[in-house]
């Protein structure tokens, strides 16, 4: 049966029954972050669904998914078995397979380590502070440019593929040492077309809730397949050539220093460490794959926003003329200097949610209480990010596009209490690991931008910005932006 026994003295978490078989699956099709929320004020933080045949576990409130993710952060680290998640890079990756024992935390550190290595390490050789400088800078330099020339043969264009090209080429640069043109075919084909992996991916996909489904032809599933085909093809070509071309001093990218980690002997000396050399290499596809969907998202988002909100766009404008002015382009040392501009980011972040459900959480191998409530090991669980974001109890008019909130009374810094409570990267264990190279990517593009062009859609256009449901949520695209030139290119040296 699928009734649990229940130790004495806990209960199960309480939650709506559910059709048979289909369980929520019906109500939960259009929106499920928003469903999910609404049934949380009735059923509470830590409530019981049935989706298809299998229960899981949804976890709402600040509070709550602390208590779990941080504080209970060893019971609540593990990935789901998903049948979807088979496919993303062959069964083997760090952020959708479900290992998430010792191999688990021995490859999220080697990720993380040349990740860093290639980012935000100050660099004796970059012409700017760190690698992530020179790389943002220069593709958002290029994007001005861009868009101005867009500007003057179409009078108006969809920033987003030229967004996610610039962002990829980001990641690129620092996984394989490589920059594309943006017309390149294969690049943009996979960059362009995440909403392939990105609506399988999501929480409550039909087919990893309803067995039966697998065996059915899918139109979704079978682009799913093939998106993931011809990134792990992309991603090999390099792996091939960098361990061709490997020097042991010279190591030039995140792709040489894994390949590094693997000769390494010292990797091995730990037994409970034993990753096959594959699994250090294929990490860069997770880091690679992570790393431009994400920030692509967040700043099309911002543009969206920056054009229904003119006046919004404008205080930013100003802000940065006051402190950083027309004479030099804004540096990643800026943080912190532009409270209102950092307030509008959290504000995007919070009001669109756009990663409404963190990738699903699976309790370890112990069962465990979690507000009183018996959870058993291995339930699947979700994690209701935009829940947290649009809490009445933790904000004022949470339906309010407001970037005031995030700054102190005075209005002259950003009061840091308030941003911590903003939940997009999740948190504990599993938490984004490139959430600092995110902020900061976010943070340089669009200070860049905005130094030198203003942003609106042509006139009589509205933009749609009802976010579609997926893993990261996207706007419909809208081809009817236009940009100004703030000042003459003469002024700045
Ligand atoms: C995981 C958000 C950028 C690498 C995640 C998760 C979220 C997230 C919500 C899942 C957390 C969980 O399951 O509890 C974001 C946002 C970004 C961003 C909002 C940008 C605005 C990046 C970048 C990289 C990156 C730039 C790397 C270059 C990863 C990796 C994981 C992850 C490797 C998997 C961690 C694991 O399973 O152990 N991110 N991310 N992310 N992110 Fe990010």
Same mark, same amino acid.
């Given at each position: 049966?699928?009734?649990?026994?229940?130790?004495?003295?806990?209960?199960?978490?309480?939650?709506?029954?559910? $059709?048979?078989?289909?369980?929520?699956?019906?109500?939960?099709? #259009?929106?499920?972050?928003?469903?999910?929320?609404?049934?949380?004020?009735?059923?509470?933080?830590?409530?019981?669904?049935?989706?298809?045949?299998?229960?899981?576990?949804?976890?709402?409130?600040?509070?709550?998914?602390?208590?779990?993710?941080?504080?209970?952060?060893?019971?609540?680290?593990?990935?789901?078995?998903?049948?979807s998640?088979?496919?993303?890079?062959?069964?083997?990756?760090?952020?959708?397979?479900?290992?998430?024992?010792?191999?688990?935390?021995?490859?999220?550190?080697?990720?993380?380590?040349?990740?860093?290595?290639?980012?935000?390490?100050?660099?004796?050789?970059?012409?700017?502070?760190?690698?992530?400088?020179?790389?943002?800078?220069?593709?958002?330099?290029?994007?001005?440019?861009?868009?101005?020339?867009?500007?003057?043969?179409?009078?108006?264009?969809?920033?987003?593929?030229?967004?996610?090209?610039?962002?990829?080429?980001?990641?690129?640069?620092?996984? $394989?040492?490589?920059?594309?043109?943006?017309?390149?075919?294969?690049?943009?084909?996979?960059?362009?077309?995440?909403?392939?992996?990105?609506?399988v991916a999501a929480s409550g996909n039909p087919a990893d809730f309803?067995?039966?489904?697998?065996?059915?032809?899918?139109?979704?599933?079978?682009? $799913?397949?093939?998106?993931? !085909?011809? $990134?792990?093809?992309?991603?090999?070509?390099?792996?091939?050539?960098?361990?061709?071309?490997?020097?042991?001093?010279?190591?030039?990218?995140?792709?040489?220093?894994?390949?590094?980690?693997?000769?390494? !002997?010292?990797?091995?000396?730990?037994?409970?460490?034993?990753?096959?050399?594959?699994?250090?290499?294929?990490?860069?596809?997770?880091?690679?794959?992570?790393?431009?969907?994400?920030?692509?998202?967040?700043?099309?988002?911002?543009?969206?926003?920056?054009?229904?909100?003119?006046?919004?766009?404008?205080?930013?404008?100003?802000?940065?003329?006051?402190?950083?002015?027309?004479?030099?382009?804004?540096?990643?040392?800026?943080?912190?200097?532009?409270?209102?501009?950092?307030?509008?980011?959290?504000?995007?972040?919070?009001?669109?949610?756009?990663?409404?459900?963190?990738?699903?959480?699976?309790?370890?191998?112990?069962?465990?209480?979690?507000?009183?409530?018996?959870?058993? #090991?291995?339930?699947?669980?979700?994690?209701?990010?935009?829940?947290?974001?649009?809490?009445?109890?933790?904000?004022?008019?949470?339906?309010?596009?407001?970037?005031?909130?995030?700054?102190?009374?005075?209005?002259?810094?950003?009061? !840091?209490?308030?941003?911590?409570?903003?939940?997009?990267?999740?948190?504990?264990?599993?938490?984004?690991?490139?959430?600092?190279?995110?902020?900061?990517?976010?943070?340089?593009?669009?200070?860049?931008?905005?130094?030198?062009?203003?942003?609106?859609?042509?006139?009589?256009?509205?933009?749609?910005?009802?976010?579609?449901?997926?893993?990261?949520?996207?706007?419909?695209?809208?081809?009817?932006?236009?940009?100004?030139?703030?000042?003459?290119?003469?002024?700045?040296?």
């Open positions: 049966s699928l009734r649990q026994h229940v130790p004495k003295g806990l209960r199960s978490p309480p939650g709506p029954r559910g $059709f048979p078989i289909l369980g929520s699956m019906l109500e939960l099709r #259009k929106d499920p972050h928003v469903v999910l929320a609404r049934l949380s004020r009735q059923y509470g933080d830590v409530m019981e669904v049935r989706i298809g045949t299998r229960p899981v576990l949804v976890l709402s409130g600040l509070d709550t998914i602390k208590q779990a993710l941080v504080k209970q952060g060893e019971d609540f680290m593990g990935r789901p078995d998903l049948y998640f088979r496919y993303v890079t062959d069964g083997q990756s760090l952020t959708f397979s479900s290992d998430s024992g010792e191999m688990w935390k021995a490859r999220r550190r080697l990720a993380q380590n040349a990740l860093k290595t290639f980012s935000i390490t100050p660099s004796p050789t970059a012409s700017s502070i760190c690698l992530l400088e020179e790389h943002v800078s220069r593709e958002a330099e290029y994007l001005v440019t861009k868009f101005l020339q867009l500007m003057k043969e179409e009078k108006s264009f969809d920033p987003y593929r030229y967004l996610v090209m610039s962002v990829a080429n980001v990641i690129c640069a620092m996984c $394989f040492g490589k920059r594309y043109d943006h017309n390149d075919q294969e690049l943009l084909n996979i960059v362009n077309n995440t909403e392939q992996f990105d609506n309803i067995p039966v489904l697998q065996y059915l032809p899918s139109r979704a599933m079978k682009l $799913f397949v093939d998106f993931n !085909k011809s $990134f792990v093809h992309f991603v090999q070509k390099f792996v091939k050539e960098h361990y061709e071309t490997y020097d042991k001093n010279n190591i030039r990218d995140i792709t040489d220093s894994l390949i590094e980690q693997c000769l390494d !002997k010292k990797v091995e000396a730990n037994p409970a460490t034993q990753i096959p050399k594959e699994k250090i290499v294929n990490l860069v596809n997770d880091l690679f794959g992570a790393g431009f969907d994400t920030v692509t998202t967040a700043l099309s988002w911002s543009l969206m926003y920056l054009v229904i909100y003119p006046d919004i766009q404008k205080r930013i404008q100003k802000e940065l003329d006051q402190t950083i002015g027309q004479e030099r382009r804004p540096r990643l040392s800026d943080q912190g200097t532009l409270p209102y501009t950092e307030a509008f980011i959290l504000e995007v972040f919070r009001h669109s949610s756009f990663i409404p459900f963190t990738i699903p959480h699976k309790g370890t191998t112990r069962d465990t209480v979690l507000n009183g409530y018996y959870i058993p #090991k291995d339930r699947c669980v979700f994690i209701n990010q935009w829940q947290v974001n649009h809490d009445e109890k933790l904000w004022k008019d949470p339906l309010t596009f407001n970037p005031e909130r995030f700054l102190t009374a005075e209005g002259t810094e950003v009061n !840091k209490v308030e941003g911590a409570k903003v939940l997009i990267f999740g948190v504990g264990k599993r938490s984004c690991a490139g959430e600092t190279i995110g902020r900061w990517q976010v943070f340089l593009f669009l200070t860049t931008l905005l130094q030198q062009l203003e942003f609106s859609v042509c006139d009589g256009k509205e933009v749609d910005m009802t976010p579609v449901y997926a893993l990261t949520m996207k706007h419909r695209r809208c081809e009817y932006f236009q940009v100004k030139q703030r000042f003459s290119m003469r002024s700045m040296s």
